[in-house]
C-alpha cells in the first residue's frame, strides 16, 4: 500500500476551532495515530520528510555533538570546535527550511530535542568540572527541559502551528523572543557560549597580557586612593588586579555572555510561567464545557 492509496477521509481537513473554547486549528489534524504511522511508512522518495535538506542538517549537528562528546574529557579544543559547529548549524537549519519549502514539525520537533540534549550533556560536565555548583547546572537543566516541554504542550494543545507563534498579547516578552530570528539566534547563541566559556575555563590556559597587564596596574593606581579601606580591602583590590592582569580569553568570553545567560534563563522561567497558566485556562475551559453538557443532560 502507498501512501496515495490512503483514504482522504482518514484526514480532517476542516478547522476544529469550534470544537473547543479558545483552540484554535490551523493545520491538517490526524484523526488516526495508525494513519499518521502509514503515511511515514509509504513516503515517497520525492517527498520524505526524513530526507528534508533541514533535516539532514539536523542529523548532522547530532553527529558532530555526539563526537564533541567523545572527545569533551580529552580534547577541549576538538570538543570546542565540534560543539560550536554543531550549534551553528541550528541556524542554517531553519534557514534551508523556510527557503526550500521543507518546514515540518518532525524538523521542529528535531532541532529543539537536539538544543535540549546537547546543551544538558554539556551541563553534565560542567557539574562534574565544577562540583560546587553542581547543584546550579542541574537546575539549569530541569528549567530548560521542563519549560520548553511545557511551551510545546501548551501550543500543540491551543492548536499553534508552531511553538514559536507567540502572540504579543499572551506574553510580551516571549514574543520580542520568538517573532524575530535574530534575536532568537542571539539569545541562543550567547547562552551557549557562556557554557563552552565555563568549560574552556576549566583547562589550562596563558593569560591574554597586554592590554590587560597595564589595565590592571592602572586600577590600582586609581582604586587605592580612591576607595576607602572601610568599604573595600586593598587585600581585595589587590586580588582584583591579580585576576586581570591573568585574565584568559576564555574567562573574558564567559564575562560578555554571562548578562545574556542570564537573561535567556529569566526568559525559560517567564515561557514556563506562562505555559503553565495556559495548561490551566485550558483545564478551566474544558471542566467548564463539561458542566455545560451535564446540565444539558440533566434537563
Sequence with gaps: MTSR????????LSSNSGSRPGRRRDSID??????????ATHQTYEENVFLFVPNLIGYGRILLAGLALNYMKSHPKVCTAL???SCLLDAFDGMAARA????????AVLDMVTDRCTTACLLCFLSSAYPSYALLFQFLITL???????HMYSSLVTGARSHKLVTSDVSRILWYYYNDPTTLFLFCAGNELFFVALYLVHWPQSSVGWPFTSLAASFLEFAVPVIPPELIKPATLSNIAVFISQITWAQILALVTFPVC???NIINVVQLWKASKILVGVDLAERAKDREVLEMREE
Design 262 to 264: 542570564l537573561a535567556k
Design 144 to 150: 530548560d527541559f521542563s519549560s520548553h516541554y511545557m
Design 83 to 85: 560543539y560550536g559547529l
Design 5 to 12: 492509496n490512503l483514504k482522504p477521509r482518514s484526514l480532517s
Design 100 to 107: 526550500l519549502g521543507q518546514t515540518s514539525k518532525f524538523g
Design 30 to 39: 490526524i484523526i488516526n495515530a495508525k494513519v499518521a504511522v502509514d503515511l
